[in-house]
């Protein structure tokens, strides 16, 4: 589309160039028949049915996918971020959002990735999700008005023909093809960086209740195990996510901070003040440690363990009796990775629910073994840790 004409906002209004517009023309005539169509215009006409036969290839419901594959298969490009850019962002979402403790090197890309994020996350506690929608619908908006402003130049007396109607709606698709994915990547960032403030937030939680608690990880009941801790809002000896409840019950962190954007389940507010737990599986955010009474390791032992995670996805399809993948990553990031933070306070995000170690954080230790060796093995909700190192957290 060589040739742009002027709208009537004053702003360039895309065209078909005259060869194209006149191979289009043919091809409508010939019914879509590009043999039909004549040799001069036959070639331009090949390339323009292979164009248009990109959007037969995917049913109408399917929208994003059928800008994805036309976005690929006409410009053959894939919208990413340069190597500087995406060693800046992985470097400042290392620094959980603090530029300052980004290398010089990266510094002033990662300020702009922090403008950016800003421009997108503030925002109340309570309303993440909602400003995600309203931006979304601010672009969309945005999209068409300019749509409305494009017109079509014709000759006096000269009826709109469908070619003129296939070209621009060619170009408003590849546009949004182009949009969609950053936005979809912002949108995901931004997540991102709320969970693990999220997760720094529990670790300073989890610290002031140890000073108080003789360095114990926060615990609701003294019950050591032996009965089923997947039953939440069942009572806190039917349930393991009532512990860590237990530090937005007791005020050292607000119900906010234990609910991931990524769960659009997650309350943000106690349903009641006498809540011990949440009400449902569905809206608990973060797995945590499995209790295991005298085996539980100590905040800031000197044994390092895992504490919590975002939340699991074996225990939710296990729950619902459903076949498990014990090494698939948590819903809340769309699987991509979880975050995960230790005795030692540190939060980090593994790509992975295998630690480096071997040890796989949704499942107890024997029961990897179990799988290991392909003999069925299956989560009860009954299992605990097979001792202070082992990694597992539920619900």
Request: charged content about 20%; hydrophobic content about 40%; some cysteine.
């Amino acid at each position: 589309m060589d040739t742009r004409t002027s709208s009537a906002t004053g702003e360039p209004a895309p065209a078909l160039c005259a060869a194209d517009a006149a191979a289009l023309e043919s091809l409508v005539e010939a019914q879509f028949n590009v043999a039909a169509v004549a040799e001069t215009h036959r070639g331009r006409a090949e390339r323009i049915a292979s164009l248009l036969g990109l959007l037969n290839d995917v049913p109408i419901g399917r929208s994003g996918r059928l800008i994805e594959e036309t976005f690929g298969k006409t410009l053959g490009l894939d919208p990413h971020l340069c190597a500087d850019d995406a060693a800046a962002l992985d470097a400042w979402l290392e620094a959980c959002g603090d530029a300052d403790r980004v290398p010089d090197a990266l510094r002033p890309r990662a300020e702009r990735h922090g403008a950016l994020a800003a421009a997108v996350c503030e925002c109340d506690a309570g309303d993440r999700d909602g400003l995600v929608d309203r931006t979304l619908a601010l672009v969309q908006a945005t999209i068409d008005r300019k749509s409305e402003s494009l017109v079509f130049e014709r000759a006096v007396g000269r009826r709109i023909r469908f070619a003129d109607v296939v070209s621009v709606a060619a170009v408003l698709l590849v546009g949004a093809s182009v949009v969609w994915p950053i936005l979809s990547s912002v949108r995901d960032q931004a997540r991102r960086i709320v969970c693990a403030a999220n997760l720094h937030g529990a670790a300073n939680a989890m610290s002031g209740y140890a000073s108080l608690n003789q360095d114990a990880l926060p615990m609701v009941t003294a019950s050591y195990g032996g009965g089923t801790w997947w039953n939440v809002g069942k009572g806190p000896e039917r349930s393991n996510s009532a512990n860590l409840y237990t530090l937005a019950r007791e005020k050292y962190l607000s119900l906010a901070s234990l609910a991931c954007p990524g769960n659009p389940n997650a309350p943000t507010v106690p349903a009641s003040p006498e809540d011990r737990d949440w009400r449902t599986l569905d809206e608990v955010s973060y797995s945590y440690r499995v209790i295991s009474g005298p085996q539980t390791p100590r905040w800031g032992g000197s044994t390092r363990v895992l504490v919590m995670a975002d939340r699991s996805p074996v225990v939710q399809r296990a729950v619902r009796g459903e076949r498990v993948n014990p090494v698939a990553s948590t819903p809340n990031h769309g699987g991509r990775g979880q975050h995960l933070l230790f005795n030692d306070g540190a939060a980090e995000w593994h790509a992975s629910p295998v630690l480096p170690n071997g040890d796989n954080i949704w499942l107890p230790r024997s029961l990897e073994r179990v799988l290991h060796q392909m003999s069925g093995g299956r989560l009860t909700g009954r299992e605990l840790p097979d001792g202070p190192d082992d990694a597992f957290v539920g619900p």
